[in-house]
């Protein structure tokens, strides 16, 4: 059955700090990966997504990601983290076949420090 | 072009009582996804409709769950005689009909009392 792994529950760095969450994934064919971001109450947003091509994927905000399938990860990465950065973020798998249903992790709490 | 909408955004109700949240997908989207966040959980897939019809309901409740995307009008979700573990935020997502990428609403805050 397809997962979403997001091993880290919560993670707190300091502002302008580099950052990176994890996410590992099982998925039997090409998976299409997404990382969206959730603030305190709201929705989701898109970051980035991944489909098929470069492994690495530019996303809004300033983070990207980086598809290794020997690895089954799509971890994001920030090189330098905002105050308003803190919020829960969550990987997601597709399934590429009739319903595209997404597969969520827990998702990762991050906090930033002044 | 307005994003996917949402209400009630928060939705009180007691035990045994029916619930009813709303979703309208964005201008041009004919998929609709519902997903369940439970406190301190991450979401769960629910049911996957397109206009009339529903494609995948294998995430939704046996019971008191039900869900329809009309012709006309925003998908619903509904939920009879709801109980204390329905109390969750319900999120709606749409797509459009050749993209993988689904944009997300607000969410209806559920409380059941």
């Known amino acids: 059955a397809q997962s979403v792994t997001q091993p880290d529950i919560h993670i707190t760095v300091s502002e302008g700090a580099s950052l990176e969450l994890r996410c590992n994934y099982s998925y039997g064919a090409t998976p299409y990966l997404f990382w969206y971001v959730q603030s305190p109450g709201q929705g989701l947003q898109l970051l980035l997504k991944y489909f098929s091509g470069d492994t690495l994927v530019q996303g809004i905000k300033g983070f990207e990601a980086e598809f290794k399938r020997s690895q089954s990860s799509f971890n994001l990465r920030k090189p330098s983290v905002h105050w308003s950065d803190a919020a829960e973020y969550f990987c997601?798998?597709?399934?590429?076949?009739?319903?595209?249903?997404?597969?969520f992790g827990t998702g990762t709490l991050l906090a930033v420090q002044p | 072009n307005a994003g996917v909408m949402q209400n009630p955004r928060h939705l009180v109700r007691r035990r045994g009582q029916e619930a009813r949240l709303r979703c309208s997908p964005m201008k041009g989207h004919s998929h609709v996804y519902w997903y369940r966040q439970l406190p301190e959980e991450g979401l769960k897939f629910m049911v996957y409709l397109q206009k009339e019809n529903i494609i995948d309901e294998s995430g939704m409740p046996k019971e008191r769950f039900s869900a329809e995307f009309p012709k006309e009008g925003p998908s619903i979700l509904r939920i009879q005689q709801v109980v204390r573990g329905d109390s969750a935020a319900y999120f709606c997502?749409?797509?459009?009909?050749?993209?993988?990428?689904?944009?997300f609403g607000p969410g209806t805050r559920l409380l059941v009392l």
């Open positions: 997502a749409s797509s459009p009909l050749s993209e993988e990428t689904q944009y």
């Open positions: 997601a798998v597709g399934d590429s076949g009739a319903t595209n249903k997404l597969i």
